[in-house]
């Protein structure tokens, strides 16, 4: 991966990108005060065990870290452990059915060559303004009931949420505690407020979408509460979008990286599917994700105390050379490709079918519209910063 760091300017931080680790599997951050799995074997071993690594992280969180009021986590499914989480999830699971996802692929072809008209009439090709940010999320905004036209208010939350480049840790100085928090509340208060305005809209008067569906849900017989609705919502809507953003652009990157690897899917379009599993492995869009011990455990030869933060590298884990030979070489090939990008057990991905049906379609009509797919060496591509994310925020194509 030298060449591919080298020529895209891979930021420092994205440290799964520029070469292979020499550490232990998992080890102990002591600057920032928590537990990194790297490995694939471990890491599976933490997402199949929801009893003992929780998703509830919140719990865990030093003080000043959070909002003292005025912030809630209920109903965002990310955080939520078993036997509630299974519930929440089977609230929306109908909507991202197979059936349901196949149903939609006219309608995201038709949206895909909307985009790239419209792109046509502009000096340049910028594939994540024109193409990979406004599909998912019109994509999503539709199932969801909300506006698609206010889908630029969507990515001004959506960066100010996730793109920066600080780098996790529990042992921030007050003064970096409150500018995070101060950093990460404005977007998360004004897309609260707007999602439960769309909400109460539709206790007055229901649709067919998916914001009505979790406002009329019902658990253990109850109605759920404003701020689960809103925070479910919050899920769906960023979740809805940004995995398939960083795919398509992922995706296209590694394409242009590997030139032999495009003309082999331009002659062979049944390879799609697997060229986008290889991108999800090479360039995993969510790099890492927290889970906080429940008791102390054995994991990679250490011992892990309860009530311990537990970052899951599943970009690292996705390069193990125990699972993947030559881990470093974009090889759509690979055959089992078992990656974790998506997920694996009670926390796979919902929308993953849905993330696989608009990278498809939308790979396969920009190969039809063009030949080659290149990035324009005068105006480079940039890497989003955040340390825990792997994707492109700007690629210009020529």
Known sequence: MADFVERYDVPKQHFWLHGPRSGPPVEFDAQAGMWNVYGYPELQEVIGDPATF???????????????EGFSLEGFITQID??????????VSSAFTRKVVADLEPRIAAITHELLDAAQERERFELVRDLAYPLPVIVIAELLGVPTTDRDLFKQWADGLFQRDAKVSLNQSAEERSASLEATMKPWREMSDYLAGHAAERRRQPRADLLTRLVEAEVDGEHLPDDQV??????????????????LGNTVLCLDA???????????RDSVPAV???????????????????????????????DQMVMCWIATANRDPRQYPNPGVFDPDRDPNPHLAFGRGIHFCIGAPLARLE??????????????????????VEFIPTPTMSGVRRLPLL
């Open 54 to 68: 929780s998703s509830d992280t919140m719990r865990i969180v030093p003080k000043g870290m959070l909002p003292e």
């Open 82 to 91: 078993p036997p509630e989480h299974g519930k929440l999830r089977k609230l």
């Open 230 to 247: 809103v925070n479910f919502a919050i899920v769906l809507l960023l979740a809805g979008h940004i995995t398939t953003t960083m795919l």
């Open 258 to 268: 590997f030139p032999a690897q495009q003309d082999r899917v331009r002659a062979n």
């Open 276 to 306: 986008i599993e290889e991108s999800l492995r090479l360039l995993t869009p969510f790099a890492a994700l927290g889970r906080a011990t429940t008791r102390e455990v054995e994991l990679g030869g250490v011992t892990i105390p309860a």
């Open 359 to 380: 990278g498809r379609v939308a790979l396969n009509i920009l190969l039809d519209r063009f030949d080659p797919l290149r990035t324009d060496p005068a105006d480079p």
